[in-house]
């Protein structure tokens, strides 16, 4: 008798049987795909609630939505964009190059790679189920105790789902970065060097070791405060002898760090494709790889820069304030490093490089004013403004995001096998340019001003109306760049114009393969000798000396 399967037309057993190899693969390059989808899905869902906060917030009281369904917004938001997008898409596209750029053939641990992948999916189901049960985390990405720890105050169970999505998904953050060490440190291809890996490769061992280092703190912080809330215990309940406190330190262990774990491998991907449309090597390359280790040891000394009114001693406010500002000079060694890359280097103007000179150039902005909240005075002054909010987001849409849709550009089309649009591209870049710039850099001004972070209106006269009205405007000119971005691929798609194995002259190993890669990724192994391998097998960079200045 014929199974239910064999029952089905044969397009259908088709369709089922590539929706069975998708889930059930342990391909490094399919996990990839799929952390990189279900990745960009979350970022479109936070988007989405972005818009709906700054339509709210676009003018004075307004009543778009009630208070209630604000905090959630605003909590679905941050946690989605941090935990559902920045940082598990960078495991995505390591998931799909790193093994490649080293000359493997697929991760050292192939399923524990799945099972990353999956616990992802299961924290993102986790987190957006509570919309089916009106038990939506509403106490910001931050959920401070004593409000979240006691459940006088926090009496459902919107908390509880917040905290198992989080540790869901920092299983799946500690597997894919055991993965990534041990696939970097064992499987590299013969005569290929630890200092001369990829940077993008490295920047992915750095951030493996703080995702080890980091990732349990946080752990140890979501558990100790579903102990609160459910056994009895006291950890941040001051009524029972807690001290919310404990939670800051524990929280702002792993989340401070957690900002290099989201901006080292945009900075990775910024440094493979600077050289490339320089058309010469990455200049320093060993500084630009030791400081990649200065932030992530430096990135676990600034955590109480976040805590700087919460009443410590002028000892602890000024090491972590000069904490705060020493950790800009491996930051700085980066960007002047990639600006020397560039310098008298044969341009070309294509969207990976608009995309990864515009990570460059609002990163700076954040990092100025970084600088600026690590001085305690002025921190007093603008946290919990608006101001931080501004800094917050040219850090990590600034950098990350910019360096997420280089890396898309950039690596697309030997992912895919086909071209996408340089024009929309271009028009996507300048969009998204615009409205980021327009959205964000008015709310430095309505921080100075006093305007408030995390309130969801706010009455007329302080001269907060026009900044908010126009990161409002800002904010719907993002969400067209991201169509842009849509119509681009999915055109281009339809139109499959064939990118070829290696359309950007690129140096690394990447670029030897066909275009999608085959699944075992190299016929024979290679044998590489030095950082920029297929330039040195003919000589240099095609077009050096030559193109647009």
Request: net charge positive; charged share 10%.
């Amino acid at each position: 008798m014929a199974t239910h399967a064999q029952a089905l037309p044969t397009a259908q057993r088709s369709a089922l049987a590539s929706l069975i190899d998708w889930v059930t693969t342990v391909d490094h390059k399919k996990i990839g795909v799929l952390y990189i989808g279900l990745n960009f899905f979350f970022f479109i869902l936070a988007g989405v609630m972005a818009l709906v906060l700054r339509t709210q917030l676009a003018w004075s009281n307004l009543k778009i939505v009630d208070p209630d369904r604000y905090n959630e917004l605003f909590t679905m938001h941050g946690t989605t964009m941090i935990f559902l997008v920045i940082v598990p898409i960078w495991a995505g596209f390591a998931n799909y190059f790193l093994p490649i750029m080293i000359g493997a053939r697929d991760m050292a641990f192939p399923r524990l790679n799945a099972l990353s992948f999956w616990l992802l999916f299961f924290s993102g189901l986790v987190m957006y189920s509570s919309y089916f049960f009106g038990q939506v985390p509403n106490a910001g990405w931050t959920s401070y105790p004593p409000l979240t720890a006691d459940r006088t105050f926090a009496p459902g169970a919107n908390i509880d789902f917040w905290i198992l999505g989080l540790h869901l998904g920092g299983l799946s953050s500690l597997f894919g970065a055991i993965n990534f060490i041990v696939t970097t440190m064992r499987l590299r291809a013969p005569g290929m060097k630890l200092m001369e890996v990829p940077m993008f490769v490295w920047s992915m061992l750095i951030t493996s070791f703080m995702v080890l280092f980091g990732t349990p703190m946080l752990s140890v912080a979501i558990s100790l405060l579903l102990a609160d809330r459910h056994f009895g215990t006291n950890f941040f309940i001051p009524a029972g002898g807690g001290d919310p406190l404990l939670w800051q330190n524990l929280f702002w262990f792993y989340s401070h760090p957690a900002v290099y774990i989201m901006i080292l491998p945009a900075m990775g991907a910024v440094s493979e494709i600077l050289p490339v449309f320089s058309r010469k090597p990455l200049f320093g390359y060993t500084f630009i790889a030791w400081s990649s280790v200065g932030i992530a040891v430096l990135g676990f000394s600034v955590w109480a820069h976040h805590m700087f009114q919460v009443g410590s001693s002028l000892a602890v406010n000024t090491f972590f304030s000069l904490a705060t500002i020493v950790i800009a000079i491996p930051t700085g060694i980066k960007i002047f490093n990639w600006i020397a890359t560039m310098w008298g280097g044969a341009l070309r103007l294509e969207p990976p490089m608009y995309f990864a000179i515009g990570m460059v150039t609002m990163f700076i902005i954040g990092g100025l004013s970084g600088v600026m909240l690590g001085s305690v005075p002025v921190n007093w002054q603008m946290h919990q403004t608006y101001f931080v909010v501004a800094h917050l987001h040219y850090v990590l849409f600034g950098g990350s995001v910019f360096g997420i849709f280089a890396a898309m550009y950039y690596w697309l089309p030997k992912m895919t096998g086909f071209k996408l649009n340089r024009s929309l591209g271009v028009a996507h870049f300048w969009l998204m340019m615009l409205g980021f710039n327009l959205t964000f850099f008015p709310q430095h001004i309505a921080g100075i001003l006093g305007m408030p972070r995390r309130i969801y209106t706010y009455a007329a006269g302080q001269g907060w109306e026009t900044y908010n009205l126009l990161s409002t405007i800002g904010a719907f000119l993002i969400a067209l760049s991201v169509l842009v971005f849509i119509i681009n691929f999915l055109a281009s798609a339809r139109r499959a114009e064939p990118a070829g194995d290696n359309p950007w002259d690129g140096a690394t190993l990447e670029w030897a393969t066909s275009s999608p890669p085959p699944e075992y990724n190299f016929a024979q192994i290679p044998t590489v000798s030095g950082p920029n391998p297929l330039w040195a097998a003919k000589g240099g960079p095609a077009g050096q000396g030559t193109g647009q200045h």
